[in-house]
């Protein structure tokens, strides 16, 4: 499928406006523990952001950090940044102060959207800021009471589909994080490919999402691919947590679940797991890390619902291969999406041969306009029409996709590559681990082995080393057996909630 939006394009419009042309203005949009909104009012609200934000000196393609918790003034908020034809930055509303200096200074935004809650810890960075003019505490009673007495600015801005619509900030785990620029017509690209075609988003599904909307996955597949087709979306500002997502489920009874490994992880484990009813769920999306094959084999065993692993990356926007519904294949990411293509090619950017392990290109009109303010970044992974991910998969003969882990995280033992996901796979089994992540570390005679990082779960960890070694001596290779194991109440993780492996490597070559 070729999609190519018209040179004229807002998705303020697109994913939003549109619905109440036709005809979709009374349905429901949001669905919140204080009540709903219509796709109507949703609109009228996000009208009333553009008047504020207007008049507060903010212009077109300027940046403005939306750093709220889940919630109908996140989304009026962003739709509003769009309809003036700004420029959304999302970051996590629950950052330190040295990560909200360094993302004020470095997109230079011009306005930033807080809570009350959260002025602590922008405010003295606010304050340092040589960029930001306008820092608006939408809870505030002043900003609450311009939001309902101006006039709502109904007129949107005619952006080109090819102007910045978000920003999205790559999921890398060691080093800043890097902003990711994405058009406006890459949000409506993965729409109509994945989420319509792939996922069959309609106007009777509700969804419900594990990561928050700051993460582009929640982005997607919990407010945008819904909004497209006039369904509704969950939205709750607590962490989740499997008592609040059961919570969550058993109130608004969603049809689709968005999902990440972690989570499937404490879902299966809760002690009270089986007594839970997730009939209402047609499918459930995993994506963000690998998925294991056990955890995905629990998680069908225990509550019988689909479970569709994919893989995207912010620099595609979204997803771009993914497991089909009624088409499952354990153990893999599914096949390309429509609209996209993928390769695994070796050094030299030649495809190997099928089932083989190679770097991860694809190809799409999904495709970022680069890094912010990384040239050399950019040109090594944005490389003509491809980016090169520096993911690593295998491709078999019938096009289905085995994820081999970040090439940075695969491990060169006693001469063979290995890939941690398949030890992790293997700890995972073990009914006393809880979570785990293996990285790569030197010993004492300067060659790297795989340490293995472990939660335990009931098992005091003196006792459970001498059993997971035996446990992975019965079912791996003597190479990929894991030389040491360092306990942990949780394991790091980075600022989109994947494993921390650079903290890892660091703390396993300080001890």
């Not at 419009?13 to 036709?22: M, N, S």
């Not at 950090?65 to 034809?85: C, H, Q, S, T």
């Not at 509704?232 to 968005?258: G, K």
Request: glycine letters at 8%; hydrophobic letters at 40%; a negative charge.
């Amino acid at each position: 499928m070729t999609f190519q939006p018209p040179e004229q394009f807002n998705i303020a419009d697109y994913f939003l406006d549109a619905r109440i042309r036709e005809g979709r203005g009374d349905r429901t949009a949001l669905l919140t523990d204080d009540g709903a909104l219509t796709y109507h009012e949703v609109q009228q609200r996000s009208h009333r952001y553009a008047t504020l934000l207007r008049e507060a000196g903010v212009e077109p393609e300027q940046r403005v950090i939306i750093a709220l918790p889940d919630g109908p003034e996140y989304v009026a908020a962003l739709f509003g940044v769009l309809k003036i034809g700004a420029v959304v930055v999302m970051v996590n509303p629950h950052l330190r102060g040295h990560e909200v200096s360094y993302f004020f200074e470095y997109t230079r935004a011009r306005a930033a959207l807080v809570t009350r809650e959260a002025v602590a810890t922008f405010g003295p960075a606010a304050e340092a800021s040589s960029h930001l003019q306008t820092l608006l505490v939408v809870d505030d009673d002043d900003v609450a009471r311009r939001l309902e007495e101006s006039t709502p600015d109904a007129r949107v801005f005619p952006s080109h589909r090819d102007d910045a619509a978000i920003w999205l900030f790559s999921g890398g785990t060691t080093g800043q994080p890097k902003a990711v620029v994405q058009s406006h017509a890459s949000f409506a690209y993965t729409t109509e490919c994945y989420a319509k075609q792939v996922i069959g988003y309609t106007e009777e599904d509700v969804t419900v999402s594990v990561p928050k909307l700051f993460f582009g996955y929640a982005t997607g597949s919990n407010l945008l691919f819904p909004f497209a087709v006039g369904a509704a979306t969950v939205l709750f500002p607590a962490r989740c947590t499997p008592d609040v997502l059961f919570a969550q489920i058993a109130r608004h009874r969603p049809t689709i679940l968005v999902n990440v490994p972690t989570m499937v992880n404490h879902m299966v484990t809760h002690p009270e797991a089986g007594a839970q009813d997730l009939g209402c769920l047609r499918l459930a999306t995993s994506a963000g890390e690998a998925l294991p094959e056990e955890l995905h084999a629990r998680w069908r065993t225990l509550f019988g619902v689909e479970l569709l692993d994919g893989l995207g990356t912010a620099e595609m926007w979204h997803i771009f291969i993914s497991n089909r519904p009624g088409a499952v294949r354990p153990g893999t990411l599914g096949t390309v999406v429509p609209g996209f293509e993928v390769k695994a090619c070796d050094e030299f950017g030649h495809p190997v041969p099928p089932g083989e392990m190679g770097a991860l290109w694809v190809r799409g009109g999904a495709r970022a306009q680069g890094y912010w303010q990384q040239m050399a970044k950019t040109q090594a992974a944005f490389r003509g029409e491809w980016y090169v991910s520096g993911d690593m998969i295998a491709i078999d003969d019938e096009g289905f996709v085995r994820y081999g882990g970040r090439a940075d995280d695969m491990l060169k033992i006693a001469g063979k590559w290995l890939s941690p996901q398949e030890v992790e796979g293997c700890l995972l089994e073990h009914p006393s681990v809880a979570d785990a992540a293996v990285v790569g570390v030197t010993d004492a005679s300067g060659l790297t082995v795989p340490q293995a990082f472990v939660v335990a779960e009931g098992t005091a960890p003196a006792d459970l080393e001498p059993e997971l070694r035996a446990y992975a001596e019965e079912r791996l290779a003597t190479y990929k057996q894991p030389r040491g194991f360092t306990f942990l109440p949780q394991l790091p993780r980075t600022h989109l909630g994947k494993v921390d492996r650079g903290a890892l490597r660091r703390d396993a070559e300080a001890s």
